[in-house]
T-cell receptor
């Protein structure tokens, strides 16, 4: 596609429920990234994929968070047993390659609200 | 820990003025820097980047300056327009953190007509 797309654009859920967030990267981009942006804050790295493998999961805040990528394309970020502190905008980005110099292009984000 | 930060959280300018947004970084191993613009409700938009082997790079109305001696990065916007109003983030990549961008907190730029 023309750019990175994410769905849903907004998600409201109740505390304790599981949510899945989807990212479709730019076609041909091998690297995919997830970030989290809390209200009025900068972006916090969560995880990145090179192909289908995730060399760096260091940013995942807890074991309630997981992500997968299949076919080297679409990625899903899953948050289990959501908590109110999970409320944030979740941003996905992709780049042609992961090494320094691979410009990351961002999607519009999914705004998650946990009640 | 290593971080990337901004000196000024807000900047207000008049249309037509030049704007300068500053950023300090602490990781001396950083070798690639990016400026992003984020408008309300949207994802960050790439503006310009620079590698550590350069000290200046110019784009359309924007210039990024890198001073490795004092670990300082700046974004200059010429003839600022109301459409430039947004939050601007610097980000750093490199050392052993390939693939992982570290973002500053952001500067809010407001351009008054």
């Amino acid at each position: 596609g023309a750019g990175v797309s994410q769905s849903p654009s907004n998600k409201v859920t109740e505390k304790g429920k599981d949510v899945e967030l989807r990212c479709d990267p730019i076609s041909g981009h091998t690297a995919l990234y997830w970030y989290r942006q809390s209200l009025g804050q900068g972006l916090e790295f969560l995880i990145y994929f090179q192909g289908n493998s995730a060399p760096d999961k260091s940013g995942l805040p807890s074991d309630r968070f997981s992500a997968e990528r299949t076919g080297g394309s679409v990625s899903t970020l899953t948050i289990q047993r959501t908590q109110q502190e999970d409320s944030a905008v979740y941003l996905c980005a992709s780049s042609q390659y992961a090494l320094a110099g691979g410009t990351q292009y961002f999607g519009p984000g999914t705004r998650l609200t946990v009640l | 820990g290593e971080s990337v930060g901004l000196h000024l959280p807000t900047l207000s300018v008049q249309e037509g003025d030049n704007s300068i947004i500053n950023c300090a970084y602490s990781n001396s191993a950083s070798d690639y820097f990016i400026w992003y613009k984020q408008e309300s409700g949207k994802g960050p938009q790439f503006i310009i980047d620079i590698r550590s082997n350069m000290d200046k790079r110019q784009g359309q109305r924007v210039t990024v300056l890198l001073n490795k001696t004092v670990k300082h990065l700046s974004l200059q916007i010429a003839a600022t327009q109301p459409g430039d109003s947004a939050v601007y983030f610097c980000a750093e990549l490199g050392g052993t953190s390939y693939g992982k961008l570290t973002f500053g907190q952001g500067t809010i730029l407001t351009v008054h007509p």
